[in-house]
């Protein structure tokens, strides 16, 4: 059985995520899909576009908006300070692909825990949420739109507990047990939503110790810079007229072939990208229908020119 960091303890008590559940909006769309509605405030703790190790240091999104020279502006995802429209004259700050999802960097868990302490009457008794992809232990599950947590329990600071499972990762849900807050780091996002009230998010707004940006309860989840927007339908219009399109970007390129489906067999679609760094990835799949390769070709290839830098 995996082992939490003591004082937290598994728990069965799955009820009390109801509350959650029913605050919640359709899966995937709003700030207030990931946390509960209904909060004075939100905020978004942005997860470090490079975490400290093998030789590495901390290297926070507010760095890479200087290199990029874009403004870190409340709404912005790692994508719009990290791929400027034209190359620095610099090399990136940061190496790799960017921002951990779905876990916050363990300091700054701690001064959440810290700060989230002093805006609950329940700071021991807390209960915390952790995907059930990211532990093997069985037990009753949290079941949440498309996603399913298993629970355990302890004082706030626990939210660390499940550092010991590997990677650092933290829970993905935390809540006290008398619903003052709530947060929640989305497996798919590279950083974590914070609902409370406002004196809490002024806080967290104003600590230097942490990055964190005001969020609004509609805020949507993600968005493409218009640019980058405007580059994938280029290429998209010559994959679909030619079969190959060629995209370059400040940060690499990315590449994609179509092999349009007939009556008898699907067609394919594959999609290469290579970071100036030397670095590549690449993917793709079957296209069964026609109607579906616009669509089917703008994912990819945004996935792809997105994926340059990741988070």
């Known amino acids: 059985m995996d082992q939490l960091r003591p004082p937290a303890r598994w728990s069965s008590a799955i009820d009390q ?39 590495e240091r901390l290297v926070r999104w507010r760095e890479v908006a200087a290199w990029s020279g874009v403004a870190l502006r409340p709404d912005a995802q790692f994508h719009t300070v990290a791929l400027p429209a034209t190359e620095p004259e610099t ?81 993905n849900l935390a809540w006290p047990a008398d619903h003052a807050w709530c947060l929640a780091s989305e497996i798919d996002l590279a950083w974590t939503y914070v609902g409370g009230s406002g004196p809490l998010v002024e806080r967290l707004l104003g600590d230097e110790r942490i990055e964190c940006l005001p969020a609004g309860a509609d805020d949507l989840l993600t968005r493409i810079e218009p640019f980058v927007a405007a580059l994938v339908e280029r290429g998209v219009e010559e994959l679909l007229a030619s079969g190959h ?54 994912f990819r290839l945004t996935e792809g020119v997105v994926g340059l830098v990741g988070g």
């Open 17 to 55: 995520a109801r509350w959650i559940a029913e605050r919640l909006g359709s899966f995937a769309e709003g700030v207030t899909s990931v946390v509960p509605a209904g909060f004075d405030a939100y905020a978004r703790i942005l997860h470090p576009a490079q975490e400290p190790g093998f030789g």
């Open 91 to 171: 090399p990136p700050p940061w190496r790799g692909q960017g921002p951990r999802q779905g876990r916050l960097y363990l300091p700054d868990a701690e001064v959440l825990a810290e700060i989230l302490r002093g805006f609950t009457s329940t700071p021991e008794r807390c209960f915390f949420g952790l995907w059930v992809g990211f532990t093997v232990w069985g037990g009753p599950l949290v079941e949440l739109p498309d996603r399913e947590y298993l629970l355990y329990e302890g004082p706030v600071e626990a939210i660390t507990a499940t550092a010991s499972l590997g990677h650092g990762q933290t829970a």
């Open 245 to 298: 399109t060629v995209i370059a970007t400040s940060m690499g390129t990315v590449e994609a072939w179509l092999e349009r489906p007939t009556r008898l067999r699907p067609g394919a679609l594959r999609v290469r990208s290579e970071r100036f760094d030397g670095s590549s990835g690449g993917g793709g799949g079957l296209v069964h229908r026609r109607e579906d390769l616009r669509r089917k070709a703008t």
